[in-house]
């Protein structure tokens, strides 16, 4: 059974450049979920799908975020014109919605640096 | 703005004493969930604990829920070096999303 996988773990940039991140969750999972970190604290969160819908996104996902899970199954996150305060480590997590289950199980994350 | 609040920001044990980390938060929730997570690493799911539930074990790990008093705790009994990391709690609402706090760094002296 494996777990949550992110590529690339590391992407170095340089300002104004445009990265695409990508997560794989775990197989049977229908919800997939995206956070950000910053150095010290919590995870703060970006957007989530069920299957191929985007349910949800937060205010912090500015119109140069665009996320996207084509067939419900893969997700990426795609940042344009990056800036300084990019960077931070994107984290992707996947969830089995119903049956009161909640439980988010998260990848190893993509850490971003934007020089 | 975070919902949920960590407390101690950070905390210092010697091995096999007992840790005990608490969360506040603010509006009502569905589930409140703890995480550990080493450093640089992603997150590890330790417990979920139910609106409706007051009390979880897992192992050497204890939850505890206060709905009333919005509140949770994690204890870690016979703490161990291989604890050193820090600990977040995250509510959910029900509607997909967690809400983390900002952690409370455990370090466990050998």
């Known amino acids: 059974d494996t777990g949550v996988s992110q590529d690339p773990r590391h992407k170095i940039t340089k300002r104004g450049q445009n990265v695409t991140f990508r997560c794989d969750p775990i197989?049977?999972?229908?919800?997939l979920y995206w956070y950000r970190q910053t150095l010290g604290q919590g995870p703060e969160f970006l957007t989530y799908?069920?299957?191929?819908?985007?349910?949800?996104k937060s205010r912090l996902l500015s119109d140069r975020f665009s996320a996207e899970r084509p067939k419900g199954s893969f997700s990426t996150l795609e940042i344009q014109r990056t800036e300084q305060g990019d960077s931070a480590m994107y984290l992707c997590?996947?969830?089995?919605?119903?049956?009161?289950?909640?439980?988010?199980?998260f990848g190893p994350g993509t850490r971003l640096t934007v020089t | 703005s975070q919902q949920g609040e960590e407390d101690p920001q950070a905390l210092s044990i010697q091995e096999g004493e007992n840790a005990t980390m608490n969360c506040s938060y603010k509006?009502?929730?569905?589930?409140l969930q703890w995480y550990r997570q080493n450093s640089g690493r992603g997150l590890v799911h330790l417990i979920l604990?139910?609106?409706?539930?007051r009390e979880k074990h897992s192992g050497r790990l204890r939850v505890t829920l206060d709905t009333s008093k919005k509140s949770s705790s994690l204890l870690i009994t016979a703490s161990r070096a291989a604890d050193t990391a820090s600990y977040f709690c995250?509510?959910?609402?029900?509607?997909?999303?967690?809400?983390f706090g900002d952690g409370t760094t455990l370090t466990v002296k050998p």
């Open positions: 799908f069920q299957n191929e819908a985007q349910l949800e």
């Open positions: 604990i139910r609106s409706n539930e």
């Open positions: 197989s049977e999972h229908n919800r």
């Open positions: 509006t009502s929730i569905n589930n």
């Open positions: 995250a509510t959910g609402s029900g509607a997909g999303k967690s809400t």
């Open positions: 997590a996947s969830s089995l919605a119903g049956q009161g289950r909640g439980e988010q199980y």
